[in-house]
């Protein structure tokens, strides 16, 4: 990096340590080694960086649309000029592969830039009176909006969970994940700042995995929050779903998926063989929508099974330093091992395996299963690794049914010349998204992106973060036409 690592708090565009100067190890999960340490909040900071967000919200959002939409653009601008900063620590803090830090940190621009547009799109209604009124229906930025983000795409995740808010006249408390605090947050602050955020805009808290739980009650419970904007689990989403709820409070929630690769028989086989490496193996399949089922087709079955195995046999997986090993880490030691659990399962219950399923330290090799069934951990639970667990099917409406028997349903995706019957399919499907003759790794600034079910609730990207982020009010102004009930006048 061209500048010394950030590891303190960012609080009201101060950088501040810890209280009782606590800090915590965030590793290089490749190398085993420390990359920086890092403050460890606590409750106390959490609400100094809240309150800090909730006395600069009243000055931000009256601040011109036009001017935020610039400090937006500009945010874009430094992310630019910092690339290599950011792949550099993606990397090494998250063990990312080159390209998919290249991918990462040019898509986050892209959502800045779509942000500043969100800035023009505030829109409102002027309704009919039956009393001659001018009646106005407006939306306004709900005001200090608390944001959980992911330690797997950190950069682009916090982006995600925060643009659209902060463009619309809210501002933000960060927590990025205690795997990724450099890259998901603390760098972005130094971006923050250089783009001229004005102070306390967005505040970013740091903590570890012990401190996480009081640090995470905090920004839900406390008054001055009114969202909660969190991708992450299933099973943390929830509860901060459920917390939210409980106080009347807006969450978007992005959590977890099982998503499936359908592949019918009259599939382009090296489309669908593309579509299920990429989906399956990028970033070490830890992805929440990447492919965790592939599906297809008795008829062609084994002849995509033969392609498939060949074309992950050559993904090569090493330290992400090297910028040919496309293959990294798995995170840290508690996913390896639920990875490891969910193939040893399979092979128990009868799985074969085809390729892969060992695993050198932190490394996971690229492992394909066949034989998978529906009472198999790889088919019902997220693995969140390299494993591709492939099962085949007779009809497209088998293929239906397997793909909806989950509690997940955030994505999917359809591989068949039939573009008709692609459609009929992704209709049918229960999911928030689906994507025809692609994989279900699909993602762009402009889009409602979001599941159903156990996957999660509301929807980031365009307007659709727009009208998550901000307030409906009905305004009226009388003229003086509005008559009451003669008992109630003057006179």
């Known amino acids: 990096m061209s500048n010394p690592i950030p590891t303190d708090l960012f609080i009201g565009n101060a950088w501040t340590p810890a209280s009782g100067g606590r800090r915590f190890s965030d590793l290089n999960p490749a190398t085993g080694k420390e990359y920086a340490a890092v403050a460890d909040a606590n409750r106390d900071d959490a609400r100094k960086a809240i309150d800090s967000a909730a006395s600069a919200q009243p000055a931000w959002a009256a601040m011109s649309h036009p001017q935020r939409a610039r400090i937006m653009t500009k945010i874009a601008d430094v992310l630019e000029s910092r690339q290599a900063d950011f792949v ?59 944001v959980v983000s992911p330690w797997n795409f950190p950069l682009l995740l916090t982006s995600r969970g925060l643009a659209f808010a902060l463009a619309i006249g809210n501002t933000i408390v960060l927590k990025p994940s205690e795997e990724t605090p450099v890259s998901g947050g603390l760098l972005l602050a130094e971006v923050f700042a250089e783009a001229g955020l004005p102070e306390g805009v967005v505040n970013v808290v740091t903590c570890s995995r012990d401190s996480v739980r009081e640090v995470g009650d905090e920004m839900v419970s406390n008054p001055h929050v009114k969202a ?67 599906l297809v087709q008795d008829s062609i079955a084994d002849e995509f099974t033969a392609r498939y195995v060949e074309n992950v046999k050559k993904l090569k997986m090493g330290d992400p330093a090297d910028k040919s090993n496309v293959l990294g880490p798995i995170i840290n030691k508690k996913q390896l091992d639920n990875i490891h ?39 019902t639970d997220e693995t969140f690794g390299p494993v591709a667990p492939i099962l085949t099917f007779g009809s497209v409406d088998e293929a239906i049914e397997i793909a909806n028997d989950s509690v997940y349903g955030l994505s999917a995706g359809i591989i068949t010349r039939n573009e008709e019957l692609g459609l009929a399919v992704a209709r049918r499907l229960q999911t928030g998204m689906a994507h025809i003759n692609d994989s279900s790794v699909n993602d762009e600034p402009h889009v409602p992106f979001g599941g159903v079910k156990y996957s999660g609730l509301g929807r980031h990207g365009g307007k659709w973060s727009i009208d998550t982020f901000s307030e409906t009010r009905w305004i009226t102004l009388d003229r003086g036409h509005r008559l009451y009930p003669p008992a109630f006048n003057m006179g």
């Not at 779509?114 to 407006?138: D, N």
């Open 88 to 146: 550099d620590a993606l990397s090494r803090e998250g063990g990312a592969w080159f390209g998919k830090g290249m991918f990462e940190t040019s898509y986050a621009q892209g959502i800045y830039r779509a942000a500043a547009a969100a800035a023009y799109q505030v829109e409102g209604q002027v309704l009919p009176s039956e009393h001659g009124k001018l009646s106005l229906v407006v939306r306004q930025p709900l005001g200090v909006v608390a």
């Open 228 to 294: 909660i904007s969190f991708t992450g689990s299933s099973a943390v989403g929830a509860q901060i779903a459920a917390q939210a709820g409980s106080l009347l409070k807006r969450a978007c929630i992005e959590a977890g998926g099982k998503d499936a690769l359908i592949v019918l028989e009259d599939a382009d086989m090296e489309r669908a063989v593309n579509a299920a490496t990429f989906g399956k193996f990028m970033h070490q399949g830890q992805i929440c929508m990447a492919v965790e089922r592939i």
């Open 341 to 379: 659990r969910h193939v040893t399962e399979a092979v128990e219950l009868g799985a074969r395996l085809l390729t892969g399923g060992k695993h050198d330290g932190l490394y996971y090799e690229p492992t394909v299963l066949t034989n998978v069934t529906r009472r198999m951990k790889v088919f």
